[in-house]
């Protein structure tokens, strides 16, 4: 049986630890993860998608995480998926609220293509708070991200705003 690629997709905007700590344990998983950040999301991102693929990819240089690829994609997930042949889909679930979407998302997506499954990582007890968005709350009231975020992501954030 082959052991299938994944995708990893999502706005990381920006990029926080709760996002990689799924990835580093999706990485175990599967031999081929590309992180693959959606363009146009609905929310208005923050950062560009050039800026959140070369900030997603220092920050993982930063973490030591390796052998990761990220790209950008626009339209369908699924075929992104297919276009890099993956097969898994990897979400990570918080709380409850993650929930309805991510279970309407991976119902959609196996209804467009049956042969790609959605794998969904419960977060790590001490990120289930943590998201994207919260992080650029507290960085925009001046509060300290440094166990959020890698540097990186900070020195970013501390040039937008
Ligand atoms: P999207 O806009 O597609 O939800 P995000 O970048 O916000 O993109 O999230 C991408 C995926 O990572 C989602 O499945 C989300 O639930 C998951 N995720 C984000 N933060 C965390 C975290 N702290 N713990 C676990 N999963 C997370």
Same mark, same amino acid.
Do not use: W
């Given at each position: 049986?082959?052991?299938?690629?994944?995708?990893?997709?999502?706005?990381?905007?920006?990029?926080?630890?709760?996002?990689?700590?799924?990835?580093?344990?999706?990485?175990? !998983?599967?031999? =081929?993860?590309?992180?693959?950040?959606?363009?146009?999301?609905?929310?208005?991102?923050?950062?560009?998608?050039?800026?959140?693929?070369?900030?997603?990819?220092?920050?993982?240089?930063?973490?030591?995480?390796?052998?990761?690829?990220?790209?950008?994609?626009?339209? !369908? &997930?699924?075929?992104?998926?297919?276009?890099?042949?993956?097969?898994?889909?990897?979400?990570? &679930? =918080?709380?409850?609220?993650?929930?309805?979407?991510?279970?309407?998302?991976? &119902?959609?997506?196996?209804? &467009?293509?049956?042969?790609?499954?959605?794998?969904?990582?419960?977060?790590?007890?001490?990120?289930?708070? !943590?998201?994207?968005?919260?992080?650029?709350?507290?960085?925009?009231?001046?509060?300290?991200?440094?166990?959020?975020?890698?540097?990186?992501?900070?020195?970013? !954030?501390?040039?937008?705003?």
């Amino acid at each position: 049986m082959s052991i299938p690629n994944a995708i990893y997709p999502g706005s990381f905007d920006p990029i926080t630890y709760g996002h990689i700590d799924i990835v580093r344990r999706a990485k175990k !998983l599967f031999p =081929r993860l590309v992180i693959a950040i959606v363009a146009n999301p609905n929310k208005r991102p923050f950062f560009s998608i050039t800026e959140r693929v070369k900030i997603t990819k220092e920050a993982l240089a930063e973490t030591g995480v390796c052998g990761i690829e990220v790209i950008s994609y626009d339209g !369908l &997930l699924i075929d992104c998926a297919k276009g890099i042949g993956a097969t898994a889909v990897v979400r990570g &679930l =918080r709380a409850n609220s993650d929930f309805d979407y991510e279970f309407q998302m991976a &119902l959609t997506n196996r209804n &467009l293509d049956s042969e790609i499954e959605t794998v969904l990582f419960m977060t790590a007890g001490c990120y289930s708070f !943590l998201s994207s968005s919260i992080v650029k709350e507290v960085k925009r009231f001046g509060g300290d991200i440094d166990s959020f975020v890698p540097k990186i992501v900070e020195e970013a !954030l501390a040039r937008k705003f």
